[in-house]
């Protein structure tokens, strides 16, 4: 079965950097596009950044383009977010999230992982 | 940006009831090529990551209960739970793909047993 397990969370101050790591297994995932998704506390789904299948394209949230870095390791089956010059609002749980398309963009989220809590604080 | 807006915030039904959610597009989600909408619906339960249950606006995900229904078109969306049941309590969100950067999501509605 589809499985996505986040790394990579915890306590950071402002200004801080931060890699968090998504692990997938139980589907092909070098040919999938991923996501990352953030749900700040008590709030909402915020959708942050995708990558294809073959790291050849990648979307940011205006919001979020100049810090965040998406990438992949399609060997590794694992993606990740370089997250840098970290902000109070950016504590959030962080979701990593498989798109629905087989080597398309589909857009929507299939699977979701359970999620990497950040917290920025000082 | 297309802005997507779910009604209402909350909702408490009771169990066995109808219970039904709607979320409204700033712009038509339908792509006229394929007569699709581009519009999902995910139910996240508490300390859970969110569930896909519906997407292309009604197409029912595998493993989904036949008591949810996903309908409407354009820019007018409603999911719908026919008989609301203790493991449905949930906050729900419908998102749009069909103009992408960036995904939008509604802001989601609660849903309780009354």
Known sequence: ?122 | DIVMTQSPDSLAVSLGERATINCKSSQSLLYSSSNKNHLAWYQQKPGHPPKLLISWASTRESGVPDRFSGSGSGTDFTLTISSLQAEDVAVYYCQQYYITPPLTFGGGTKVEIK
């Open chain 1, 1 to 122: 079965q589809v499985q996505l397990v986040e790394s990579g969370g915890g306590v950071v101050q402002p200004g801080g950097s931060l890699r968090l790591s998504c692990t997938a297994s139980g589907f092909n995932f070098s040919s999938y596009g991923m996501h990352w998704v953030r749900q700040a506390p008590g709030k909402g789904l915020e959708w942050l950044t995708y990558i294809r299948y073959d790291a050849n394209n990648r979307w940011y949230a205006e919001s979020i383009k100049d810090r965040f870095t998406i990438s992949r390791d399609n060997s590794k089956n694992t993606l990740y977010l370089q997250i840098r010059s970290l902000r109070i609002e950016d504590t959030a749980i962080y979701y990593c999230a498989k798109d629905a398309g087989f080597r398309i963009r589909q857009y929507y989220f299939d699977f979701w992982g359970h999620g990497a809590l950040v917290t920025v604080s000082s």
